[in-house]
């Protein structure tokens, strides 16, 4: 329903005034008797006289019904020239709805919400109650809710695509979570507990907390495998992205940011520089800075505190079996 830079083409509703205008022109006009209604004259009255009668203040509301009780009934009966009356009858109503709705909506063209106006109007003929009074104030609410129905879907309607658009594969770096995660545990960046630590905490609603417990572990220690682990899939990441998208001014922004902290612990293999993998793979220890194995970060040695003064440390419990690193 948008407006079109198209030839100027008449409203619907100009459509059903000219027509309206035929039906009360020359010698035999369209006419309703208004012998019956009190307060019409004891004859039969033209319909356009009879609108402006109508339409007075000083016009009895009991008339107005009975008048448009009888323009309903013919419609119902006699169809296309007593329908196209009611709507000539109702021009007034139906203008005022229309204008109210184009003047709200000014994107819109007024051509659809005339036709939506009209058509509400007229699909309230068939089933609107004629016992019941104020016939034509139900009939303009009909067409009121047409209008206003059909403008909020067509607003609602995703917007169209210009021409030579369409959808096409991302630009790198991408992909789903899951598949980054899977293709660091191929690759030995990450263990699979510690992805399913990041997947679980991270992509997912499961807090810290819940995850360690049920895995058997302490929640700090959780949060010390996640951050290291952390660090190791971005290390990766940003190995693995050849590089930003000139066009891409966030990934741009999003390197920028990453790359200062990481770049310290970037070392070759993808390791941090606090914990790397052991040379036969099966387990990480801690290394220095020259790549030389050293005591693991976590302190279980004897008088292992600050500067050598702190207690012994006990034994550690049992671990339960996991693939939670011991230099956690």
Not at 16 to 23: E, H, I, N, P, Q
Not at 36 to 55: A, F, K, Q, T, Y
Not at 289 to 318: F, I, M, Q, V
């Amino acid at each position: 329903m948008t407006r079109a830079a198209t030839v100027q083409r008449p409203l619907p509703l100009q459509t059903a005034r000219d027509c309206f205008t035929w039906l009360v022109t020359g010698p035999k006009p369209l006419s309703l008797d208004g012998r019956p209604i009190e307060g019409l004259p004891n004859r039969d009255v033209p319909l356009d006289e009879l609108r402006d009668r109508i339409l007075r203040r000083r016009c009895p509301h009991a008339a107005r019904d009975a008048v448009w009780a009888q323009l309903v009934s013919r419609s119902r009966r006699a169809g296309a020239t007593w329908t196209l009356a009611c709507a000539g009858m109702a021009l007034p109503a139906l203008a005022s709805v229309s204008g109210w709705l184009a003047a709200r909506y000014p994107d819109e063209d007024p051509f659809d919400v005339h036709a939506e106006v009209l058509t509400g109007f007229l699909n309230g003929l068939p089933t609107v109650d004629l016992q019941r009074p104020q016939i034509l104030m139900r009939l303009k609410w009909a067409a009121f809710r047409a209008g206003l129905t059909a403008l909020s879907d067509a607003l609602a309607a995703p917007t169209p695509m210009p021409p030579g658009f369409e959808s096409a594969a991302p630009r790198p770096p991408w992909g789903h979570p899951d598949l980054v995660l899977a293709r660091a545990v191929r690759d030995q960046v990450v263990t699979r507990t510690e992805a399913d630590l990041i997947g679980a905490t991270r992509l997912e609603d499961e807090s810290v907390a819940r995850w360690a417990a049920d895995h058997h572990t302490t929640a700090p220690t959780a949060y010390k495998v996640r951050r290291r682990a952390e660090h190791r899939l971005a290390d990766y990441l940003l190995q693995r992205t050849p590089r930003t998208d000139a066009q891409d001014p966030v990934a741009e922004e999003v390197t920028s940011r990453l790359s200062p902290p990481l770049s310290g612990r970037s070392r070759p293999g993808g390791l941090s520089r606090s914990v790397a993998r052991a040379r036969d793979g099966s387990e990480e220890t801690c290394a220095n800075e020259n790549g030389e194995n050293r005591d693991p970060l976590s302190k279980t040695r004897p008088y292992s505190g600050l500067l050598g003064c702190g207690r012994k440390t006990p034994a550690p419990p049992e671990a339960p079996t996991s693939e939670v690193p011991r230099c956690t």
